[in-house]
């Protein structure tokens, strides 16, 4: 009787499910984890030998397992309910903050090493003021919100080392203390490892101190709340259960309003992008995502032009570098391979402005071959 | 391919049962063998071709020694060419760039090594072909007359990554006729889920610690840290094998066959030699009969048992991986063997219960470190922080004690037959609610290990090295 009663039990459900797999067709790409999943692989005879073959196989099912978003949230749920702070390499921290763990080891010491390098050879060339702008994370910030017992290396002091290795030609700014000063603010996403916009209009009080510049009072901006539903790229990978999702809020202003966009040839009228606010990439509402070279031309006519060589935290903050420029033109150099130097002379730079932060620069490599 | 993946659970496994069920008798190893090598080629192509050989040779060694049953020299030729080729095989994939290796290292010289991948299941598919023909050599078994029910002995995939090591005997009538019955179904799929619980669920989870501390993924080694690490490691790799073997038996059993238990509560041992009693039981009997016992065993006297104990523990060492962490982890337990063999079991039998489970404990963690790490040095470090550090914590090894705390608790409990006499009380009662209530219970681990296989979370292979 028991063998009967667990037969029946069993393989009604593990029928269904078998069943069920191979009729339902999954998407191409998931939101929730915003990638792309694998697709079929393309049978390959030295692939088939060498294993790699069953393995893309293997992904490809396991991609697109029926519901695959429930056996996401069901995992993460069992693990976190055993005790863990942590899931995928993301600590659940106090008050709904996530942290991607931050890893500084030799690596990464001698990368930041190596950019410092190219950077002041990068530098020689250049006759406008360069500005540096290397942004801690949310995890040292907030640290406080990190599980118990999690402690985190000293952002500080990989800023301040990096920072004594550029050479005098560039101007060092450290956000370190103003940041903590306004940590309560809500200066970083919680579930993304973006700054908001609040906590970049601190970047640009601090940068326009460092280049003398009257910034616009954060006052006179239009505060406007353009979603409440966004899960960023934290959530994406610890997928917790009942996690609260972040407000998106911007400032606008007639000045950044009223531009011209240039992304990689495609031309926009705002630097806001209402589409992104339906999808999962909510942050790319800023700048439209990645491009290799974006261009924002404003109304302001004071010859002044700033080029960017940048992360995407400065996609957040061209909201405000843009409200005392004539041109703001940002780089990518993981995708813009042409000599900087020349860009610089091409389209009359007056000042160069690098922005980055802290863990991103850490695994950065394009910028070892900046020129 | 391994039992713990979507692509086993859902696709492999319900096709294949499928049509084993349905095809008529005589084809049911048809299906088996057809079954087997595309589980096998699954990632292990390249050593389907050697596997068919040597079955081609098996076969015909055994039916020659059969043939020539009272030529006795005829007959050993015959078994002398199997266990050669067998054994040279084996040596040619595991062991030859080891060797290499230290002859380059004694002699200055530069012999290129031959970088031939190790071919998964090699170890249990070579000593499963010694046990046929050393027992037909001896006449235990009868040697098998059909190639095709050699086949699917040989090629049987339930056991053929991460054993049991099924000996000829086990199964040479179920090659034959099978008894495939609902019951056995279920009672087979039953101990299947717990396998796979045991590995998904407990093995997996325990050993992401572990992986940290492996791969030095940590600031600083505390010594509360070094223990939970070496617990988690042992608790990994019980559940994991354990559970493996489980997956086997289960299968063995939908299939309407029979393995041997390979495990059987290990870490409740009271000695070491009880606990080489209760551990990998399959390959500790191999060792017995077909090493131990043909040099003497223990009829020779103390001298040449304490030789014979340590051939076979060498041998056990490095038939879990050709480096010298394994063969020390061997030696390690051989001499602990001997000792207890001469005079500490009986001080031992008159001590509390509770300071034999100690010493058991603690010897079978700090062969875990012998065992975990190839590089000796590490070893050594390892153990000398577990015993003698300055730090007894810090604030990692509390962040990693509160992370795994409850896995590791949840993974002792496991590891005490708590719930094998739980189950037999349940198995006494005739109550369908209970019946329901369990059958429910298997589902839920069922659907847990899916989650959890789905996502494609931390799931080790821990077996490429046998």
Known sequence: MRDKIFFVIFIATWVLLVMLNFIIKSPEFSEQENRYLATIPKFNFSELVSGEYSEKLDSYINDHFIARNFWLKLNSFISLSTGKTENNGV???????????????????????????????????????????????????????????????????????????????????NTIYTLKQNKDKNIYFKTDHHMTSDGAYLLYLEFCKSANINPVAISSFKRELVTRSFLGTFDSKAQVPNQIPDEIIVYKNDTNQDVKCNYDGEKYNSIFNEEYLNKKDKYSYFLNGNSANAIIKTKISNGKKLLVIKDSYAHIASQFLCQNYEEVHFLDTRYYRIPISDYIEENKITDVLFLYNVSNILEEVSLRGIK | MVFSSVVFLYIFLPIMLLIYFVVPKKLKNAVMILASLIFFAWGEIRYIFIMLLLAVMDFWCGKNIDKFYDDKKKKRVYLLIDVCVNLLILFFFKYADFIITNINNLTHLNIPLLNIPLPIGVSFNTFQSLSY????????????????????YTTLFPQIIAGPIVRYETVDEELETKNISLDNFSKGMRRFIIGLGKKVLIANNIGMLWNILETGNYSELSMLLSWIGICAFALQIYFDFSGYSDMAIGLAWIFGMDFDENFNYPYISKSITEFWRRWHMTLGSWFRDYIYIPLGGNRKGLLKQIRNILIVWFLTGAWHGASWNFILWGVYFGIVLIIEKIFLLKILEKLPKVFRHIYSILLILVSWVIFAFEDLSKVFEYIKVMFTSDI??????????????????????????????????????????????????????????????????????LYFRF
Do not use: M
Request: glycine residues 4%.
């Open chain 1, 91 to 173: 600590y659940i921290g106090k008050d709904g903050y996530l942290f991607e763990k931050f890893k500084y080891g030799k690596e990464e010491k001698e990368n930041l090493e190596k950019i410092a390098l190219a950077i002041n050879n990068f530098s020689e060339n250049i006759d406008v003021p360069i500005y540096f702008l290397l942004v801690p994370n949310s995890i040292y910030i907030n640290q406080d919100k990190l599980p118990d017992y999690v402690s985190v290396y000293d952002q500080n002091e990989i800023i301040n080392e990096f920072y004594s290795k550029l050479n005098y030609r560039i101007e060092k700014i």
């Open chain 2, 392 to 461: 007894i914590y810090n604030q990692e090894s509390l962040y990693y004690l509160k992370n795994y705390l409850f896995i590791i608790v949840v993974g002792i409990l496991c590891s005490l037959p708590i719930w094998k006499i739980l189950k037999e009380k349940i198995d006494k009662k005739e109550n369908k609610w209970l019946d329901i209530l369990t059958s429910f219970g298997y589902l839920a681990i069922f659907l847990l290990s899916t989650a959890s296989l789905v996502t494609d979370s931390f799931n080790p292979f």
């Open chain 2, 133 to 152: 023909i050393i027992d037909v050599y001896r006449g235990n078994v009868k040697c098998e007359k059909s190639f095709y029910n050699y086949l699917t």
